[in-house]
Structures are given as structure tokens and as C-alpha cells.
């Protein structure tokens, strides 16, 4: 049988869980907004820059062969600013899912209080 102690334990726990949860969705959050803005700079510039160039047969560029060529080029952010957007996410997600476990735990709670008062 589960004690009101032990909820009282567990919510401690999970409020901890969450401050440190919350701080390191933060951080990824910061870490993705940074990367993005680095990312969405660079590809500019390469693009302006490819935009003046001409293939090797002397036309110029279409529009899709610039953005590949652009992303070839930045490659290295595109990888870093999907992994800081696959870890924001994932700070996202951990955070539902300590809301998840105090919502049951309140559940829970609630059910014990009731199954005392009576």
C-alpha cells in the first residue's frame, strides 16, 4: 500500500526532477536558437555568393542547384542545428513527461485521501 508519506516523497522527487529538467531544456533551447541563427547566416552568405558565379558551362545557377551547392557548403550546421533540434525536443518531451508522473501521483493522492476519509 502506497502512503501518503511516499506521494508526498515522490512529489518532492519529481519537483526536483523538474527544476533540473527545466533548466536543461533551457539550454538546449538556447543552444538551438543560436545554431539556427548561425545556420540561417551562413547559408545566406553562401547563397549571395553563389549567386554571382556561373556553372562550369557558363549558365547560371537555378535557384535549387544554389541551395544545394549552399547546403553542401554548411553541411556541418545543418548536422549541429539537427542535433540541437532533436535535443530540444527531447527537453520538451522529458518535461511532458515529469508533468505526466506528477498529474498521476496527484491521482493517486487524491484516491488514497479518499480511501482514508472513509
Same mark, same amino acid.
Given at each position: 500500500? &502506497?502512503?501518503?508519506?511516499? &506521494?508526498?516523497?515522490?512529489?518532492?522527487?519529481? %519537483?526536483?526532477?523538474?527544476?533540473?529538467?527545466?533548466?536543461?531544456?533551457?539550454?538546449?533551447?538556447?543552444?538551438?536558437?543560436?545554431?539556427?541563427?548561425?545556420?540561417?547566416?551562413?547559408?545566406?552568405?553562401?547563397?549571395?555568393?553563389?549567386?554571382?558565379? %556561373?556553372?562550369?558551362?557558363?549558365?547560371?545557377?537555378?535557384?535549387?542547384?544554389?541551395?544545394?551547392?549552399?547546403? &553542401?557548403?554548411?553541411?556541418?550546421?545543418?548536422?549541429?542545428?539537427?542535433?540541437?533540434?532533436?535535443?530540444?525536443?527531447?527537453?520538451?518531451?522529458?518535461? %511532458?513527461?515529469?508533468?505526466?508522473?506528477?498529474?498521476?501521483?496527484?491521482?493517486? %493522492?487524491?484516491?488514497?485521501?479518499?480511501?482514508?476519509?472513509?
Amino acid at each position: 500500500m &502506497i502512503t501518503p508519506a511516499q &506521494i508526498e516523497k515522490r512529489l518532492y522527487e519529481l %519537483s526536483k526532477e523538474m527544476d533540473e529538467a527545466h533548466t536543461q531544456m533551457v539550454e538546449d533551447e538556447t543552444r538551438f536558437s543560436n545554431t539556427k541563427a548561425k545556420y540561417e547566416i551562413a547559408m545566406a552568405r553562401t547563397r549571395l555568393e553563389l549567386a554571382s558565379k %556561373s556553372s562550369p558551362t557558363g549558365k547560371n545557377y537555378t535557384v535549387g542547384e544554389r541551395e544545394d551547392m549552399a547546403l &553542401i557548403q554548411n553541411e556541418h550546421l545543418h548536422l549541429e542545428l539537427s542535433v540541437a533540434d532533436t535535443a530540444a525536443k527531447a527537453s520538451k518531451a522529458n518535461m %511532458s513527461r515529469i508533468k505526466t508522473q506528477v498529474d498521476i501521483t496527484r491521482s493517486i %493522492s487524491s484516491s488514497i485521501k479518499a480511501t482514508l476519509d472513509l
